[in-house]
Nanobody, 115 residues
């Protein structure tokens, strides 16, 4: 099991940027596929972006070209750079760590895009 702590959410105007961070505990960070998910009020949780243990990434169509996921193995961290934010990006964003045996979640961080 891995503990995840997210940070970096907040209120931003449309067109603005935010960078989310997620720090993982434990010794096997490099083996996990790390992901960012989000959940808006009244909607199901959805995948935003994912990065595998070897750095392969994939994105939801709605964020392609605007969001970038990255990871730092030394810092046991994963990041989500969000640019050109839109009101529809408003949601609670969750960090996820997944391997063959487990899928663990952070507590979430709120992102609100509004003028």
């Amino acid at each position: 099991q891995v503990q995840l702590v997210e940070s970096g959410g907040g209120l931003v105007q449309p067109g603005g940027s935010l960078r989310l961070s997620c720090v993982a505990s434990g010794s096997r960070f490099s083996s996990y596929t790390m992901g960012w998910y989000r959940q808006a009020p009244g909607k199901a949780r959805e995948l935003v972006a994912r990065i595998t243990s070897v750095g392969v990434t994939n994105y939801a169509d709605s964020v392609k070209g605007r969001f970038t996921i990255s990871r730092d193995y030394a810092k046991k961290s994963v990041y989500l750079q969000m640019n050109s934010l839109k009101p529809e990006d408003t949601a609670v964003y969750f960090c996820n760590a997944e391997n063959t045996y487990t899928s663990d979640w952070g507590q979430g961080t709120q992102v609100t895009v509004s003028s």
